[in-house]
Structure formats: C-alpha cells, structure tokens
C-alpha cells in the first residue's frame, strides 16, 4: 500500500506559475513509476506526465516545454513545475503510482495508487 499526498494547486492567472508536490509514504517499492494526471468537469483523465525510477520522463504534447516533472527519491517525492498555464489546464492533478504498470505518460491514469487531487484554476 502506497500513500500519496498532493499539495501546490490553487489560483492563476493565464501565463502564471505553479509547482505541485506529491509526497508518498508506505510500501515505496510500489513508486517504481509515478506520474500526474489531470482532470477537468466532464472530460476523462488525461495522463500529463511521467517519471519513473529508471530515468524515464515523457510528457503530453499539450504541455511538452511548459511542464517540467522530477522526482527525489530521497524524499520519496514527485513534483510538477507548472510554467505558462492556460485557462486550458486547469483540472484536478493527481499524483500516481504503480510498481510494474510501465513508463509512459499515457499510463498514468491507470497507476494503481492515487492521491485526493489538488485543484488548479487558471484565469483568462
């Protein structure tokens, strides 16, 4: 059992930053792959960014070169530095994580450990 907290969301406006934080705490051999995912009111989840253990990161196309995702092992961490937001980013960001689900942004929905969310809002 993996446990995520997530923490850095709030309120922007468009061209603004923010840096989300996502601490994980219990079985940590369970955070082999980790990553962000978002969602929006009636939209599905879309898988932002990934970072696993191995050195792997890949990013959606539609936040490639604004979002930068790293994480710190030694602090059993994972962090997303927000750059640019658009009123089309906003959702709520999950941080996840699975222990053999695979690398690959497209996965993160998927990762069988979530955390409660963090909202971000981005204004116009």
């Known amino acids: 059992q993996v446990e995520l907290v997530e923490s850095g969301g709030g309120s922007v406006q468009a061209g603004g930053s923010l840096r989300l934080s996502c601490i994980a705490s219990g079985h940590l051999y369970n955070t082999n792959y980790m990553g962000w995912f978002r969602q929006a009111p009636g939209k599905e989840r879309e898988g932002v960014a990934a970072?696993?253990?191995?050195?792997?990161?890949s990013y959606a196309h539609s936040v490639k070169g604004r979002f930068v995702i790293s994480r710190d092992d030694a602090k059993n961490a994972l962090y997303l530095q927000m750059n640019s937001l658009k009123p089309e980013d906003s959702a709520v960001y999950y941080c996840a994580a699975d222990s053999y689900a695979g690398s690959g942004y497209i996965r993160v929905p998927t990762y069988k450990y979530r955390g409660q969310g963090t909202q971000v809002i981005v204004s116009s």
């Open positions: 970072n696993d253990r191995y050195g792997t990161i």
